[in-house]
């Protein structure tokens, strides 16, 4: 495979988000690269879903930084992050 199979395409760096008296995400550091499948596991209440309501532009990250591609962004809704090219896929 070459190196471009294996670079990084998304992260995230410091990201928090707080609500009144959560601390919903604290100081969140992921990474994704190109082709892989990537899986969020853990107990209700953990961030999963803070995080990819983060990362799609439906929540606004408090603190840290999200990278696409080498560039800071900061999605300001779901149209802004499916334009850059983020979006989710729930099940039903």
Known sequence: ????AHQEILRTEGLSKFFPGVKALDNVNFSLRRGEIMALLGENG??????????????????????????????KNTAHAQQLGIGTSTRK
Do not use: C, F, N
Not at 1 to 4: G, I, N, Q, R
Not at 51 to 70: F, N, Q
């Open 1 to 4: 495979m070459s190196a471009e």
């Open 46 to 75: 953990a961030g999963k879903s803070t995080l990819i309501k983060a990362l799609t532009g439906v929540y606004h990250a408090d603190r840290g930084t999200i990278w696409l591609e080498g560039q800071a962004i900061s999605p």
